[in-house]
């Protein structure tokens, strides 16, 4: 709202009532309406916005409101209202709701000046029918818009010479658990030096994403990011592979010589993945290398500077491979400056619906297809996996259960056919971990009794499994936040 001191008491008053009437009107005419605090917790919504509140996996009004924003509504832009303060009129919004036409408007204080929270408007619910020529231009819009920025890429790779550049910021990192938070919170202060970096990590938790990140928050973020993983390049060619060739090195080589992934590296970053792989008869070079800043390539006796940022990554225990002798120690102290271990996803499970979520769009980008929804037994039964594949292994399983389904609904069948086929381990919703038979051990105790042990270990078990975070142990259970909040302060109850 604008200012008003300067209007007559009359017109203010206008002004005023104006305002709450529009309110109103936009509340009783639009399909759901909220608001937000400047903190993007939320405050409110109305009678009609209740309806959805079953799909984002609440039951009440008294469970939704009270969280931040982008915690129950995936892929809401409200933050980005609340901190630049500019209104989204019209936009698009798809998550496992549905798919919504929605504005986002921000409220101002008495002067004027100054965000003090924010409106989100569902305008349609249904845009696929009423709104589906604008949609359908939209898709081939946004799909032109890719093919534009992938050629452009290309392009600009072509023009540089084939200088890469980082693919992913912090953001691309999904998760709000603690083992989330922490870790991107090591590699922020990792991106902030230049000392060698080495992340630690099983496979497929995410450490080449993390690899680009820092690169792009670090002072190199205008230079290349070049990476070579280790464990894909022969061992003859490695050698050639890091520090290039010399014109006419040997019978066959380029004439005009080939640089090495080191100098193509200067001014930027050098992404060395899987470095528990690299052969030993190479592991001196590098060392050398890395401490001296200069290279010699393969043929030549002339010794080439380079300036490079090291981030190293392995899924293997270097500590063990210095120990049997397969890794030399001092290479391992040059590399192991700034250790950042990434955690497994087991380790944070309360990631797995929005990994899933940003899954989905991502598959649905790439198909031109809806994005799938997974039923509540299906996000339960994915959340309760061990992975030992981790992220790469739970896009796998999404991928292969969503070509199974007809529509873009997975359910729990599609899910269980999948994990049984490829031989993982299924693992039933929270009552996986539960010892059964430690309850029922003494069948002639009361039933009453029996029962309530064995919930309190659910309960304990999916506590356990979501790192204690109550609503997604909630979900994982199918119970309402509130009933798990009884159980837990009352766990004797019968």
Known sequence: MEKTDS?????????????????????????????????????????????????????SVDEFVGHMVEEVIPNTQMRRVLETGEAFLIDLLTNRAGTFVVSRIPLRDESGGHVIGAIGIVLFDHPETTLQPLISKFALLHRDLDDARRELASQRLRHTGGQRQSKHTFASFIGTSPAAVEV????????????????????????????????????????????????????????????????????????????????????????????????????????????????EPLGSNRLVPFDARVIAATSRDLAVLVREGRFREDLFYRLNVLPVRVPPLRERRSDIPALLEVLGEEMALRSGDRQPELSADALALLSAQTWRGNIRELRNVLEQSAMRSDSASIGRAQVEEVLKESGIERIAP??????????ASDPLRPLAEQVAELERRAIAAAMEATGGNKLAASRMLGISRAKLYERLDNPDRK
């Open 7 to 59: 209007l007559p008491r009359d017109a203010q008053s206008i002004l005023e009532l104006a305002a709450r009437s529009m309110f109103h009107l936009f509340s009783s005419i639009s399909q759901g309406m909220f608001l937000v605090d400047i903190t993007g917790r939320i405050v409110w919504l109305n009678e009609g916005y209740k309806r959805f509140l079953p799909a984002l996996g609440f039951s």
């Open 184 to 295: 991107k919170r090591q590699a922020r202060r990792a991106a902030q030096t230049s000392s060698p970096v080495l992340l630690l990590g099983e496979t497929g938790t995410g450490k080449e994403l993390l690899a680009h990140a820092i690169h792009a928050a670090s002072a190199r973020a205008r230079g290349p990011f070049i990476s070579v993983n280790i464990a894909a390049v022969p061992d003859t060619l490695l050698e050639a592979e890091f520090f290039g060739v010399a014109p006419g090195a040997y019978t066959g080589a380029d004439r005009k010589g080939r640089e090495g992934k080191f100098s193509l590296a200067d001014g930027g970053t050098l992404f060395l993945d899987e470095i528990g792989d690299m052969p030993q008869a190479l592991q001196a070079k590098l060392l050398r290398a890395l401490q001296e800043g200069e290279i």
């Open 430 to 439: 929270a009552l996986a971990v539960t010892d059964v038979s430690a309850s």
